[in-house]
């Protein structure tokens, strides 16, 4: 049965379809099954998909979408199809969200180089500690040396369990998740902090 990440933060704009494909990509490079479940009416990760299989012809993993109460059909049939189901959230925190957290055996939390990025996670570590499930917070669109980078990375560590590995604030990440490709498939710093971070997913998943 295949493994289920949730990528949930109910702060718009922090980065979880960024999070979430460039993750995907990278699972894929593994030799790894993949799909992807968006969750999220604005469809980024749906729309994603698509422009990457116009781009290459062929994406490479399995997309489904579902509402929120749907979640946890579509998890089902995709753990029997593929070794690792990401899900990606709308930016709320609700009831609606349970059913995505409650499918994870990971919930990561991307968190923007901003205090308030940080305290919108308030709400998602809540529930995901109701839910009896694991989060691991995610540095996103860190800048090297900044000062207020650092201030929210320690921040973070009293709040929840904080990923060593970074993702940094990169015109990469924008531009390939528009053409519908990732950092991953591109040589680059970025590629080195994804395999990084999908190193440390991994290694909680046991």
């Excluded at 969200?97 to 990971?106: C, I, Q, V």
């Excluded at 996670?121 to 009896?132: A, F, H, W």
């Excluded at 917070?137 to 320690?154: F, P, Q």
């Amino acid at each position: 049965m295949g493994t289920v990440i949730t990528v949930a933060q109910q702060k718009g704009g922090a980065g979880k379809t960024t999070l979430a494909v460039n993750l995907a990509v990278e699972f894929l490079r593994r030799g790894m099954k993949v799909a992807v479940l968006d969750t999220d009416p604005q469809g980024s990760l749906g729309r994603w998909f698509l422009a990457r299989r116009e781009r290459l012809g062929e994406a490479g993993m399995e997309l489904s979408t579902a509402s929120a109460w749907g979640v946890g059909y579509e998890c089902e049939k995709l753990r029997k199809l593929v070794d690792v189901v990401i899900v990606d959230t709308p930016p709320k925190v609700d009831a609606d969200l349970r059913p995505a957290l409650r499918e994870a055996d990971l919930v990561l939390v991307p968190v923007a180089e901003s205090m308030v990025d940080l305290w919108a996670t308030d709400g998602v570590l809540d529930l995901v500690e109701r839910e009896g499930r694991k989060a691991l917070i995610v540095l996103n669109r860190i800048k090297a040396g900044s000062r207020l980078g650092l201030e929210v990375a320690s921040a973070a560590g009293l709040v929840g369990t904080v990923a060593g590995a970074k993702l940094g604030s990169r015109v990469a990440f924008a531009r390939s998740l528009g053409e519908g490709t990732s950092v991953v498939e591109e040589r680059g710093p970025g590629a080195g902090e994804v395999a990084a971070l999908a190193d440390e997913v991994l290694a909680m998943l046991g």
